[in-house]
């Protein structure tokens, strides 16, 4: 565990907003928005891997595609080392900050060999083809678990692991700071994920990266997170250390995700269980005030429909936006219907 | 319900195309914006074409020794075969399914009484609704309650119609009745919605619905969850406990999460490569696991374990290497590549399935080896720092 003084800053989102405009035609005016990130203030520091926990459609890979400047921002700020990413050249970005998306396959070229694929950044930021970047793709296929040998093979000659590492090989080419890693185990085996996420930490630890690490899988953010944050409806309603949010979580919806974790053993007690009823409403229609209020087992009418609640700090690095948080050991009212 | 008829439906319909012709008359009376026949036929003529062209990769599947079983479809309680990506989950459906319409149709023209009726009413119904639901939830320009209501008249012969939106109302109760069933809140407004209306969850309700509708002995549910957040998810899986209760469904769960295993299923089996490597009991599988692949499969799950000096990450558990490509050929065991243990006799003969334990079946030469989890744990520990180097290769040793 690093110390709290330690800590840089290497991205700071400050009340980020990304509504998407829904159109019913062409000359009409724009009916309504889709508020997929509304209001998203986070700190990535330095060396470490932010984990966003949510399910789909709560805004997690928007906010992902706003860090990487792949999409244009509605709203807010976000500096990335002191720089708004507004302001920075296009080129300058993807050199510091690259991406792993979720399906391998469909990441790559299926025509272009590995060489082609891995090499292909470090051409279009003018650097020669010849000899020496033969080398420097060998070195970062190795780095990666593979073999210098692979680099005139197709990606289709590989398994769905192997040419996750080629995508990763790929964003390391350019040597940047920070890795967006966007459900990159996903659409894997569970014996080879733990291969991925093993590698994930030791290129970690080699070249002292930052990770933010998008996924719905908790299994995997608890392995591989120093820091979570858990998104719900395209609001961040709490952003723990890893250890403090699994064990004491303070957001009714924490507490909910963490209980209901289908875990691998026999003759377990499912007793506390919190089933929580109804749907994620739709982000084009959020409902007022506390965006949970709809599902929460503990909302109170008259404040939690009324007044949005603010990202709070409760204890040292642990911020929820809840009126009432639970403390530690306070349990869910446990609700059995479907 | 005439009993006859609705056989004869049935297993044209396994034909496929004889009773889409048969239905189109009865649908474009009475449908305001006919739907596109000829669109239909061609989907279902890929997947014809999709099916058979899988037929030579499918063959690592015919090991599957539960298809040979002629009394599948009693011994088919709650099996859920735990399949894993790149297996070949899709295959064994399709065979499941393709090999239960055989059945079907040796049963019909055999003509016992008791027997056929408990396939009729399971097997077929499966087989022509997974075809269907492919094409038509997908279908986006229906509302959910037309969707259903025309998957209940091609499973239901004796269901005559249809517009579901002129529907007369003891039609549109059983619509509403079966959305009921599955605890779609305010049903009477669902039923007129698009699907892109419905959140992820409601979809699955729905869908489950659709399939509930024609009262199915088996239910194949091929990664149901996979999409869902796990809220949503442990509602899923309730209802699906609920259903499997209350109308007797056995339920033939696919997935690729042993989370989901142990929440909802009562035997389990494990493929790799193509074949059921391990099968038994769900205590069996989770507890006391004896195939090596099962071992290393579940000690490589990242676990939640709360400690209060988590001093840095661990590395994880792997089994080393990765899945086979299907069509590479194996005289011995598939796993051997993979496995610890793997000596000449291994990669020369393929391993039977032995019975472990009552009802516990592995299929591997050293059962003997790996009744303590734990030593095979160890070893798959010191061996994948061996495999290092070899750069996640599978060499056929």
Known sequence: MKLLSDKKTLIELNNVKKWFPIKSGLLTPVKNFVHAVDGVSLVVNKGETLGIVGESGCGKTTLGRLILALIPITSGTIMYDGLELKKMRNKDIRK?????????????????????????????????????MTKKVGDLLESVGLQRNHMTRFPHEFSGGQKQRVALARALALEPDFILLDEPTSALDVSVQAQVLNLLDEIQKERNLTFVFITHSLNVVHHISDRV???????????????????????????ALLSAIPEPTVGQDRTDRIVLSGDVPSPADPPPGCRFHTRCPIAKVGVCDVNEPELEEIDVGHKVACHFPLTPGQKLPIINEV | MNCTNHTGALISFSFLLIPLGAIKNSITHTWPKPINIAAIKED???????????????????????????DLYTSFDYLDPTLLEGIGKINLTILILAFMTVLSIVEFFRFDENHMSSIIRSIPFTFT?????????????????????????????????IDFLQLDPAHRSQVIKILEDVRIPNPSAVITMYPHELSGGMRQRVMIAMMMSCEPKLLIADEPTTALDVTIQAQILHLMRDLRDRKGTSIMLITHDLGVIAELCDSVSVMYAGSVVETGTIEDILANPRMPYTIGLLHSIPKIVHSDNRSGRTNLPIIP????????????????????????????????????????????????????????????DIFSKEFEGVGGEVVVR
């Not at chain 1, 900050?97 to 979720?102: A, G, K, T």
């Not at chain 1, 060999?113 to 292909?120: G, W």
């Not at chain 1, 961040?236 to 507490?255: M, Q, S």
Request: proline letters at 8%; aromatic letters at 10%; hydrophobic letters at 45%.
């Open chain 1, 96 to 132: 510091k900050m690259q991406i792993v998306f979720q399906d391998p396959g469909g990441s790559m070229n299926p025509r272009m060999t590995v060489r082609s694929i891995v090499s292909e950044p470090l051409i279009v930021n003018g650097y020669s083809d010849g000899a020496e």
């Open chain 1, 229 to 255: 944050a858990v998104m719900y409806l395209g609001k961040i309603v709490e952003l723990a250390e890893t250890d403090a949010l699994f064990e004491r979580p303070a957001h009714p919806y924490t507490h």
């Open chain 2, 44 to 70: 279902l003529m890929i997947h014809i074409s999709k099916f058979l062209s899988s037929i030579p990769l499918v063959f690592v599947a015919f090991t599957l020794s539960l298809v040979v079983y002629p």
């Open chain 2, 129 to 161: 609704l997974s075809l269907i639901y492919a094409i038509l939830l997908w279908t986006p320009n229906q509302v959910v309650g037309t969707v259903i209501a025309l998957i209940m008249v091609v499973a239901i012969p004796s269901m005559v119609l």
């Open chain 2, 321 to 380: 290497g990765q899945v086979p490509d299907p069509n590479t050929h194996f005289d011995g065991c598939r796993f051997h590549p993979r496995c610890p243990f793997a000596d000449d006799l291994c990669r020369s003969t393929r391993p039977d399935m032995i019975e472990v334990s009552k009802g516990h079946f592995a299929s591997c030469h050293y059962t003997e080896l790996t009744i303590n989890s734990k030593d095979v744990e160890s070893s798959f």
